[in-house]
């Protein structure tokens, strides 16, 4: 393990193998973790080492690449048998986000459709990697600098309230929600970022306030449960949040939080955003209701740092995600603008898987 200052990218291809900014130390400290074995991306995907939809889509690419890279076959049939053997394994590490399933998915689209020698196969998985991570980047400064038209036009300059991290961290580089952040802050249209912190895991708290320390953006933290107390106040002008999976009618789910957040929102007459790319959406899937949502271990909850929280023999329930409906919801952000969550059919063709 090697630390290192350096950008917020939480996946850096370097030669041979990967280095992934550890998001479960940060803020404390900034370490990065080398992986080069499909198995060892798998389990910093599961542990969250890797986190954020799109991320988790860029280490499974490069899992898969890995992976690839792992197989001992000359031929081509076992090879890509054995491939699949190894999508599984990415797939089970987290249910929700739909980036992982789609970055499996087209790594396997590429195999299959690639001619030539296993060699040959092995090092076009390698190029389709770098390529997702790429593309991630652009598509994210996209809907970071179209979103930005969606958003109200008001007197002063706007105070934005976020959910989670949907940021460079989770993302490329560049963040979804916290993209529109980001191109508001350069734009000039921003006086400063409200962050949610986030229980259990507390992305918002650790993970949106340092990348906003980072580049000068003024940020707050609030307590999760202080969002409509700021609305009320009219503090806060839009919500902007990322996606794991949109379903074909609208519905999103995100960070668990992110529901009640938009019904605060609509009580008050904020607008609320979800910021995604289009590999966010799963148009297999007809409403969020048929989503799943990951549940975690209850030592998320019952657990702050070292400290156990409350007594014994309490049970929890630990959803990582919610679905927010599409009702409640002003307009996605996608890298080809802003649509109501209804409009979205529109981009099924322009899906890359
Ligand atoms: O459990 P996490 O930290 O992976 O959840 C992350 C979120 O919910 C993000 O808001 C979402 O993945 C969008 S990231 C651009």
Known sequence: ???????????????????????????????????????????????????????????????????????????????????????????????????????????????????????????????????????????????????????????????????????????????????????AWREGRLARLFADETRPRLQGAKLTTWECVQEGIPVTLIADNMAAHCMKQGMIHAVVVGADRITANGDAANKIGTYSLAIIAKAHNVPFFVAAPLSTIDFELTDGSKIPIEERDPIEMYQVGTTRICPVGVEFYNPAFDVTPAELISGIMTEHGTVAPGDLKQFQAKQLV
């Not at 030669?15 to 991306?41: A, F, G």
């Not at 890279?69 to 590490?93: H, N, P, Q, Y």
Request: aromatic fraction near 4%; proline fraction near 4%; hydrophobic fraction near 40%.
């Open 1 to 183: 393990m090697t630390t290192q200052k350096s950008p917020v990218s939480p996946v850096t291809w370097l030669e041979d193998r990967v280095l992934l900014i550890d998001q479960n130390r940060l803020p404390q400290e900034y370490t990065t973790v080398e992986i080069s074995r499909s198995d060892d991306m798998a389990e910093a995907i599961k542990t969250m080492i890797v986190r954020g939809a799109p991320a988790i889509g860029i280490a499974a690419a490069y899992g898969m690449y890995f992976g690839a890279r792992e197989i001992e076959t000359t031929d081509r049939t076992e090879f890509l048998a054995e491939l699949e053997k190894v999508g599984d394994l990415l797939r089970s590490t987290r249910p929700t986000a739909v980036n992982l399933f789609w970055a499996i998915s087209r790594m396997l689209k590429t195999a299959h459709g690639a001619i030539g020698s296993v060699e040959h196969i092995q090092k076009t998985l390698l190029e389709m990697a770098k390529t997702i991570q790429a593309e991630d980047l652009q598509t994210c400064k996209d809907i970071g600098d179209k979103g930005l038209a969606a958003l109200p036009a008001t007197p002063e300059k706007l105070t934005l309230l976020t959910h989670c991290n949907a940021g460079g961290l989770a993302t490329a580089g560049y963040g979804t929600a916290l993209g529109v952040v980001r191109s």
